[in-house]
């Protein structure tokens, strides 16, 4: 049995007994989620693993049923002191997932946030309200998941499961709508969107899937296994925002004008910045090589230059060419 299971039936049995003043056997082996092992000898066990990692589990005898709960105290945490610089990083985590309302992650950070504000003073809630005066976030542009909440729940059960799924996937490129057999490794969130990580049956390689275009998922019964060896975060890691390919040396040049600028943000985790004498900057790249990089070149205009390699400078080249020619 995958140990995600274990935890995932645990976590639910905690959350009940987190409710509640104590549960029967029978009335635990219920709150059991379906598509998991729903017997007593199952639960018994889950339990003993609460108690063995920590969790003060009671059993109470009454007119010959054993209930099982949580110790007095436990269930109710009292409210933390939260210092300035703590409130400050909460205020600012419920607005930096803005872009995820609609999911799991943002309704229960939400729900976590909302029971902090219940507990704080009221000079702590004016502490709060302060630092909205203070602080602005701009998020950008990002797609909203609000209608897709369903579609993320499934996602998060296939993988949680290790379950493969069958999609129907709308290509953007291509422009047509086919249907897919996935094995779901991890939701992907970058540049205000939200993507899946999945090996696709069909094209027998890993590939990245907007979640937003996935039009309907279906869990199946049939386990898969993640391949020895693969890490999802070497997957992504040559793509500059989303677009995956071949790794390339670039090495670009920038302008005094947009040096101070450029230098001062992480653009990709290879980058490395030279300033020179005159103003200018220096900045070398191992990245994909995807129109997503000529883009991203072109997006400062004529205050850079591609120095290497030739092949990206024909492409810029020849990008600036259609654009100014659509202007004309």
Same mark, same amino acid.
């Given at each position: 049995m995958p140990r995600n299971d274990q935890i995932t039936r645990q976590w639910h049995l905690l959350r009940r007994l987190e409710n509640t003043h104590g549960l029967t056997l029978p009335e635990l082996v219920e709150a059991v989620p379906e598509d998991y092992p729903k017997n007593a000898r199952t639960v018994r066990r889950d339990l003993e693993a609460l108690e063995a990692v920590g969790f003060p589990l009671v059993t109470e005898h009454h007119h010959g049923q054993t209930r099982w709960r949580l110790i007095e105290g436990f269930r109710n945490i009292p409210a933390l002191g939260f210092s300035a610089t703590e409130l400050m990083a909460l205020t600012f985590s419920r607005k930096?997932? *803005?872009?995820? &309302?609609?999911? &799991?992650? *943002? /309704? /229960? =950070?939400?729900? /976590? =946030?909302?029971?902090?504000a219940s507990a704080l003073p009221p000079q702590g809630h004016n502490y709060v309200r302060a630092l909205d005066n203070l602080f602005s976030i701009g998020l950008g542009p990002h797609k909203n998941y609000q209608q897709y909440t369903k579609t993320v729940d499934l996602i998060t059960q296939a993988i949680d499961k290790t379950r493969t799924a069958q999609i129907r996937y709308f290509s953007a490129s291509r422009n047509t709508t086919s249907r897919r057999e996935i094995d779901p490794y991890r939701l992907w969130y970058a540049s205000g969107g939200l993507y899946l990580i999945a090996y696709d049956h069909l094209r027998k390689d890993v590939r990245m899937f907007a979640v937003e275009r996935i039009r309907s998922i279906t869990l199946t019964d049939h386990p898969y296994q993640m391949p020895l060896g693969f890490d999802v975060e070497d997957y992504v890691q040559d793509a500059l925002m989303i677009m995956r390919g071949r790794r390339i040396d670039v090495e670009l040049l920038f302008s005094r004008k947009v040096a101070a600028w450029v230098k001062d943000k992480l653009w990709h985790s290879s980058q490395e910045t030279f300033p020179m004498k005159d103003g200018r900057l220096r900045m070398t790249l191992k990245v994909a090589d995807t129109d997503e990089l000529v883009g991203w070149i072109l997006s400062f205009g004529s205050k850079v230059r591609v120095v290497f390699p030739d092949s990206l400078r024909v492409k810029a080249r020849e990008e600036a060419k259609k654009v100014f020619g659509s202007y004309r």
């Open positions: 930096l997932l *803005q872009p995820l &309302e609609g999911t &799991e992650i *943002q /309704a /229960a =950070l939400n729900s /976590a =946030l909302n029971k902090v």
